[in-house]
């Protein structure tokens, strides 16, 4: 399974972004799906994730700001970001979750500066 993500860049504090991912390859059934990401010098936390009938979970940091939502026939989730802070940026990844494994994609780039 390989996943490749999208929608990263610069924005301004208060501003919004929509990241993508899309899962393809040897895919037969995909269980959650979600974001983490990793700002310099910290721990990759949790952004959001969404199981297969439509869950949801948020880190603390973005409840309220951020909505996690997938497409199953299109094997893609999309977070979308709101009120975006400074402390916001960071490398998203996005991961999926098939028969007990994890697959990750290569990382976005948001970065929330004025």
């Known amino acids: 399974v390989q996943l490749q993500a999208s929608g990263g860049g610069s924005v301004q504090p208060g501003g919004s972004l929509r990241l993508s991912c899309v899962a393809s390859?040897?895919?037969?059934?995909?269980?959650?799906m979600g974001w983490y990401r990793q700002a310099p010098g910290k721990e990759r936390e949790l952004v959001a994730l969404?199981?297969?009938?439509?869950?949801?979970m948020y880190g603390d940091s973005v409840k309220g700001r951020f909505t996690i939502s997938r497409d199953n026939a299109k094997n893609t989730v999309y977070v979308q970001m709101t009120s975006l802070k400074t402390e916001d940026t960071a490398v998203y990844y996005c991961?999926?979750?098939?028969?007990?494994?994890?697959?990750w994609g290569q990382g976005t780039q948001v970065t929330v500066s004025s």
């Open positions: 991961y999926s979750i098939q028969a007990a494994r994890a697959y």
């Open positions: 969404i199981t297969r009938g439509g869950s949801t």
């Open positions: 390859g040897s895919i037969f059934s995909i269980n959650d």
